[in-house]
């Protein structure tokens, strides 16, 4: 795997536990670990439960993180993936806080950037006895998905978090109508924060029309952090490749993707030689299948965690 520094204006000096939400009974017989994708202000795991009921009705507690969170000032996606490898290794500090065990997690799954670093990982021994479950998550990384996303980072700095947003939320859903479903989730509840503040509007009128003579209104502190996440999370995944990790990995795999994705499309996907690693395209969702499309995307995870275990 290669990848480059985020652009110098990262996220964090230190990296405390990292942020988390719990969905399901803590004492459930199971745990299954998700990453999630990046977003400018962690969502408290709610974009994962449009599809958490597979895992909860197969007798799962899981632990959603911010895979952010731990992003330290400087870091490229390896030293990100190295870091969530000894925070989430049995006897790590998950372990503890889980109540201690050995015990790796029976699931392991990611969503975009969260998808990415669970390939990643998988070249881990612990990592072999879970079953990984992956929603647009990049196994490689190519000229054209870098170019998209140093576009969309670089609109930041450039024209602000809300036209960032914008272009982050043309490309994830793909032509065709909005879905229904898309609404409230983690992007597109921080696009409408941001489209919604009057100082966001005068900022971004002030700087793309040059008849407006007024003074700039600033952006506020967290709009500030929040287009820092933004930007340094995009560039994380800047020549991202996990294919030696996905190919050698000896159990089951499922990749879930939306066919109408103009970012991560099938071809940034990869698998294994395995009979139970699969590739599922999700029709008429875009890179946020568990939005777009939630009954289907939950019926293809419940389906997969069926046959694993007959």
């Not at 879970?130 to 576009?151: F, I, K, M, Q, W």
């Not at 879905?179 to 009057?198: V, Y």
């Not at 795999?253 to 294994?272: D, F, I």
Request: glycine fraction near 10%; charged fraction near 20%.
């Amino acid at each position: 795997m290669t990848s480059r520094p985020p652009h110098p204006e990262p996220a964090r000096t230190s990296a405390p536990a990292p942020a988390r939400a719990v969905l399901g009974d803590r004492g459930a017989p199971r745990h299954a670990v998700v990453l999630a994708p990046v977003m400018p202000r962690w969502d408290q795991g709610a974009f994962f439960r449009h599809v958490a009921e597979p895992l909860l009705a197969d007798g799962h507690r899981i632990t959603v993180y911010d895979t952010l969170s731990l992003l330290r000032e400087g870091d490229d996606l390896k030293a990100l993936v190295d870091r969530w490898g000894q925070y989430l290794a049995p006897g790590g500090p998950a372990a503890d806080e889980a109540g201690g065990g050995d015990a790796a997690p029976s699931v392991l799954a990611g969503n975009a950037l969260g998808g990415a670093v669970v390939q990643a990982l998988l070249d881990r021994e612990w990592t072999h006895r879970s079953r990984v479950v992956l929603l647009s998550g990049p196994t490689v990384a190519d000229d054209e998905l870098n170019t998209t996303l140093e576009r969309i980072a670089a609109a930041v700095t450039g024209r602000g978090l809300a036209a960032a947003l914008g272009l982050l939320d043309e490309v994830v859903r793909g032509p065709g109508p909005r879905p229904a479903a898309e609404q409230n989730t983690e992007q597109n509840t921080a696009q409408n924060t941001a489209q919604n503040t009057a100082q966001n509007t005068a900022q971004n009128t002030a700087q793309d029309t040059a008849q407006n003579t007024g003074p700039v209104q600033p952006p506020s502190l967290d709009e500030q952090l929040a287009g820092v996440r933004l930007a340094a999370g995009l560039r994380l995944l800047h020549d991202a490749d996990a294919r030696e990790p996905v190919r050698g990995f000896p159990g089951p795999l499922l990749h879930v993707y939306g066919e109408q994705s103009l970012l991560v499309r099938r071809h940034h996907l990869a698998t294994g030689p395995r009979p139970d690693h699969h590739l599922v395209g999700i029709p008429g969702a875009g890179m946020r299948p568990h939005a777009d499309q939630a009954a289907l995307t939950r019926g293809t995870i419940a389906r997969f965690l069926g046959a694993e275990e007959s």
